[in-house]
């Protein structure tokens, strides 16, 4: 037989597919719909990256698995093209982002995506840049304008000064543009938001009822932020009639404080600071244009001269402002107490305020507070705590909570720490925000029949840095009329967030020719929500929150059924180098295209869905990818040979007949669980046991090649087309296992001692007889049987019984 050559078919099969539309549902028609959705990709200049393939991939098996068990699969692809993203690419090589994006998404869909020979659906391609598409954003926009889900505020914002752009809180890490690293500042300014904040309690509860990663959903859970906490207010000393209000985790720990705290630009910094402080605070609020992300505070503050009195003492406690006091969480002020928190000891020792221990693990225990250098956070038995003293923390807080409330002076509530969804972006590549501003009639959206808001196309699309976007120079762009009125007015020039474009694309791959409605009702219902979404946990918080979010809220405008957009997420595992995320800058890039080119999309589909289980993280190293080539070319010769073998009708031995089956379930069950490194490694076993026998039967080889298909869906299509088979391996039938022929035959054998029965084993049939007598000894009872006494002999009357003699 001719070598195995992915050359001489890989490109063969991929156009026939095409002509035959094989992958193509007939949406209208299908009888098991099954919406098998992956993460559209960036098309950057570099390509598709290897943890783009590695996730695809895997979907793509999985879609491929439920075909052959008789879904009706759609698998669509499409192209998430506006955004920072993509115009960073296009400052870097000094090209139109239009132009270059249209190049990238070819290159992606004809070099690479079509190459990995995933069973996409071309017909229902969608491209975020495209009117046709982005006209649907706008309006989406406009819907949630219109249901007060999109308000324009002035806000401390994060503004990356290197992509010259307002950030996400969620695109904030560490106090870094997620995109570019740099040191993000804080900036004034008005913004559009979506009120995200308000679905907190849902965005959470329903994460209970998803069948989602866990450990996604922990992300969003910790990002949600939900916690309990009291809300109190304590007067300004001096200043009868002022309070200051805080809000804490721990009212257990109210005799412990010993500062209280402001956000920087808090409201009541100007009415309490004392003159003698006024010009060191302004000075430090114009220093603080740093991060208001949780995750990365510096500690800084300055004192306002001013105290507040504390509610059970009545002692004056000095009032800073300090940077990791965050603006918009809570109160935008706290209480505290450094022995119990670690933020505020760091501060206090910093400040030299004093540290006052008013919890510890038991009320003997004592911690010096002069000399700790960890606060004690746990809960525990109150000291120093007035009437509180000698509770544990539990009771105190409770307490303490109803003091307040008795006195209308605090109220126990809950605290979100999600915030509102920042979506402007004062850049050029993206869908511009469907507003116009009227001197008469404020911020009116643009008619829903004058959508879609064309991006104009522009030479100067350069960010400019000035807060304002490049369209705020396009005079032709920003002049219109009021739609309401018709008087002069301007438009809106901020362009909306990259991941709005994302938060909804879903809904438009079955409605992708829909030129009336952004999802057609009748298609929506059939085909949504996705069955499965797969994509990588490095989303859980951007995409995968927006996208959540947008369903519910489309759904509480009466615009979708239902409000969650997945039935089911995985997230694949992320592919590493040495430990390190693969990026340019580390330099550690891995070229799928190389691999696909030198060894065929197969043999590198195979290999990365053999490195590891799915959704587990882990190195990539292309050591052991000869052996996966090696399979593939025995493969080859064993199903060649045995077509011009005679014995190919001949029916299986039970032993044969057993393996076949053993590897039916295993494969299913594994390839289900998304454990496909060990689904390969089953395939690997039943390869070797195949080429050991004298003969195969075209059963053993047609089981082998469907197992196979999904993985590698170019050689299994062409070795079933050259044994004969007139239809394309891929919409075949998914084998099952018969119960039955995977049982083993077991014996079950008396074991006598001495001629008296004292137990039973059961054992294989096909056990050798040594060992049958070596466990008739070893069971518990026999051996207490047998304790004082020595074996004299040990009898197997074969398949009846073992005798056990003994002296
Ligand atoms: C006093 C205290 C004592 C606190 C103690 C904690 C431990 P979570 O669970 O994240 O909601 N806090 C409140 N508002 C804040 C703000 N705007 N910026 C920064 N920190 C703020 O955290 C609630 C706790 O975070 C609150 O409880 C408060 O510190 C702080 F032993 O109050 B705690």
Not at 91 to 116: C, D, S, W, Y
Not at 250 to 275: C, K, N, Q, Y
Request: aromatic share 10%; net charge negative; proline share 5%.
């Amino acid at each position: 037989a001719p070598k195995y050559d992915f050359a001489r078919f890989e490109a063969k099969w991929r156009a026939r597919w095409e002509e035959q539309k094989l992958y193509q549902v007939d949406l209208q028609q299908a009888q098991r719909p099954y919406y098998n959705l992956m993460m559209f990709p960036y098309p950057s200049a570099e390509g598709l990256h290897v943890g783009n393939f590695y996730s695809y991939v895997g979907s793509d098996v999985h879609g491929r698995l439920m075909a052959m068990q008789g879904h009706d699969v759609f698998e669509p692809m499409g192209f998430d093209a506006f955004g920072i993203h993509s115009e960073n690419f296009a400052i870097k090589r000094g090209i139109h982002p239009r132009i270059l994006t249209a190049h990238n998404v070819e290159h992606f869909r004809e070099q690479q995506l079509k190459r990995m020979g995933n069973r996409f659906d071309w017909l229902h391609e969608v491209n975020t840049t495209d009117p046709a598409y982005y006209r649907w954003t706008q309006w989406i926009f406009v819907q949630l304008f219109k249901g007060g889900l999109a308000e324009r505020k002035a806000a401390p914002v994060n503004w990356c000064p290197k992509d010259k752009t307002v950030l996400a809180d969620e695109q904030v890490i560490n106090g870094r543009c997620e995109r570019c690293d740099s040191v993000v500042e804080r900036r004034w300014l008005e913004q559009w938001f979506l009120k995200l904040a308000s679905y907190a309690p849902r965005l959470l509860d329903n994460l209970d009822n998803l069948d989602w990663t866990e450990r996604v959903k922990s992300i969003q859970r910790n990002w949600i932020g939900r916690s309990e906490g009291l809300e109190f207010q304590m007067e300004i000393a001096g200043k009868a009639g002022t309070f200051v209000e805080v809000y804490t985790t721990r009212p257990d720990t109210i005799f412990g404080m010993t500062f209280v705290a402001l956000a920087p630009h808090h409201a009541l910094v100007a009415e309490i600071t004392a003159p003698a402080y006024q010009d060191s605070v302004r000075a430090y609020q114009e220093t603080v244009n740093s991060l208001r992300t949780r995750q990365e505070q510096t500690m800084t503050g300055a004192f306002t001269g001013a105290y507040a009195i504390h509610p059970f003492s009545g002692e004056h406690i000095p009032i800073w402002i300090a940077d990791f006091v965050l603006e918009g969480y809570g109160a935008g002020a706290i209480m505290g107490v450094p022995a119990h928190d670690e933020r505020d000891l760091a501060f206090a020792r910093q400040e030299q305020l004093p540290v006052r221990v008013v919890v510890q693990s038991s009320a003997e225990q004592v911690i010096d507070a002069g000399t700790m250098t960890e606060a004690f956070t746990q809960p525990g038995v109150l000291v120093n705590s007035g009437v509180y003293t000698g509770m544990s923390s539990a009771q105190a807080r409770a307490a303490i909570c109803e003091w307040f409330e008795g006195r209308q002076l605090g109220k126990r509530s809950v605290k979100y720490r999600l915030r509102d969804w920042l979506i402007s972006r004062q850049r050029y590549w993206g869908p511009p925000i469907p507003i116009i501003y009227c001197p008469e009639h404020g911020a009116v959206p643009v008619p829903e029949d004058q959508l879609p808001v064309l991006l104009p196309d522009v030479e100067q699309w350069m960010p400019t840095g000035t807060g304002v976007s490049p369209l705020a120079a396009i005079e032709s762009f920003v002049n219109t009329t009021c739609p309401v009125c018709g008087q002069p007015a301007r438009r809106e020039t901020d362009v909306s967030d990259n991941f709005l474009d994302s938060a909804w694309y879903y809904l438009r791959y079955p409605s992708s020719a829909d030129q009336n409605h952004a999802w057609d009702p009748e298609m929506t219902r059939r085909w949504l929500p996705v069955d499965m979404c797969i994509g990588g946990a490095d989303h859980s918080v951007l995409h995968l929150m927006y996208v959540r979010f947008i369903a519910m809220a489309l759904h509480d405008l009466g615009l979708l059924e239902f409000s969650e957009p997945f039935r089911r997420f995985r997230a694949n595992g992320m592919i590493t180098r040495d430990g390190a995320k693969i990026s340019k800058s580390r330099g550690n890039m891995i070229n799928p295209d190389h691999y696909v080119k030198h060894l065929g999309a197969d043999a590198f589909r195979m290999y990365l869905m053999f490195m590891g289980p799915y959704e587990a993280d882990g190195d990539f190293s292309d050591r052991g990818i000869g052996g996966v080539v090696r399979f593939l070319d025995r493969t080859w010769q064993l199903v060649l040979q045995h077509s011009q073998s005679t014995a190919a009708r001949q029916s299986l031995t039970r032993d044969a007949r057993r393996m076949l089956h053993v590897t039916i379930k295993r494969v299913t069950e594994d390839m289900q669980a998304f454990k496909y490194n060990t689904a390969i490694a089953t395939l690997m076993e039943y390869l070797n046991a195949l080429v050991r026998k004298a003969h195969t039967t075209d059963q053993e080889i047609e089981t082998l090649l469907v197992l196979l298909a999904p993985i590698a869906p170019f050689i299994t299509e062409e070795l079933w087309e050259q044994t004969g088979h007139a239809s394309s391996i891929h919409i075949a039938s998914w084998p099952t296992y018969d119960p039955e022929a995977i049982q083993q035959e077991t014996l079950w054998l008396p074991i006598q001692v001495d001629g008296r029965v004292r137990d039973r084993i059961e054992v294989p049939a096909d056990t050798p007889e040594a060992a049958i007598k070596q466990q008739a000894i070893s069971t518990t009872r026999i051996q207490n049987f047998i304790a004082n006494r020595s074996i004299q002999n040990i009898i197997y009357v074969a398949g009846r019984l073992i005798n056990v003699v003994t002296r």
